[in-house]
Every structure is written in structure tokens, then in C-alpha cells.
């Protein structure tokens, strides 16, 4: 079982950045997914959801309106579209299964939104 979070970077305040999430090693189409983040010295916290199917989402009301979250259940992958970053958006992102997490998260790829 494998998630590998890519994408991330450093990016001015109003960019936009595009996650993916390759999934293996689990039926991945069977299972709601999500993106969560943690920011330096906070907890980490749930960022969007997306349904088995991909016609359900929830967002995060710091996020609402700017991230889009979607998925690929052919290619095992799912996306955070961001727009409109935010300093306050900067943290390592991962991905994992909304319920039954997977203990060993992926490693994350760090967003840094700078002023």
C-alpha cells in the first residue's frame, strides 16, 4: 500500500498549484479519498474530500472556493487544483483514504505561499 503526493512547490501569494496523488497497492475506486496538510507547529487538518464516484466534494471553509479536489479512479490518482494560494495555505499536503486512514502516510509535498 503506497500514496506518493507530488506537485507542490514555492509559488507567489494569488498563484496556483496542482497536486496529484498516486494511489497502489489498494482498490482505490472503492475508497472516499482526501487531502489533508500540516503547517509548521499545527496539527494536521482536513482539507477536501472527494465520494468513491467523484460526484461528491467538501472542502475545508479555509479552502472553499479555491482548491478543487478530484480524482482519476482508471489511473489510481487524485488531484488538488489551487488557486488563489494563500501564505496561510503553506504546509507539507497528503493524501489518504477519508475513512480507514492508511497508517503510513506518503511523505507529502510541501506548498510554501510567499507574501
Known amino acids: 500500500v503506497q500514496l506518493v503526493e507530488s506537485g507542490g512547490g514555492l509559488v507567489q501569494a494569488g498563484g496556483s498549484l496542482r497536486l496529484s496523488c498516486a494511489a497502489s497497492g489498494f482498490a482505490f475506486s472503492t475508497y472516499a479519498m482526501s487531502w489533508y496538510r500540516q503547517a509548521p507547529g499545527k496539527e494536521r487538518e482536513l482539507v477536501a474530500t472527494i465520494s468513491v464516484t467523484g460526484d461528491s466534494t467538501n472542502y475545508a471553509d479555509s479552502v472553499k472556493g479555491r482548491f478543487t479536489i478530484a480524482r482519476d479512479n482508471a489511473k489510481k490518482t487524485m488531484y488538488l487544483q489551487m488557486n488563489s494560494l494563500k501564505p496561510e495555505d503553506t504546509a507539507v499536503y497528503y493524501c489518504?483514504?477519508?475513512?480507514?486512514?492508511?497508517?503510513?502516510w506518503g511523505q507529502g509535498t510541501q506548498v510554501t505561499v510567499s507574501s
Open positions: 489518504n483514504r477519508r475513512y480507514n486512514t492508511i497508517r503510513s
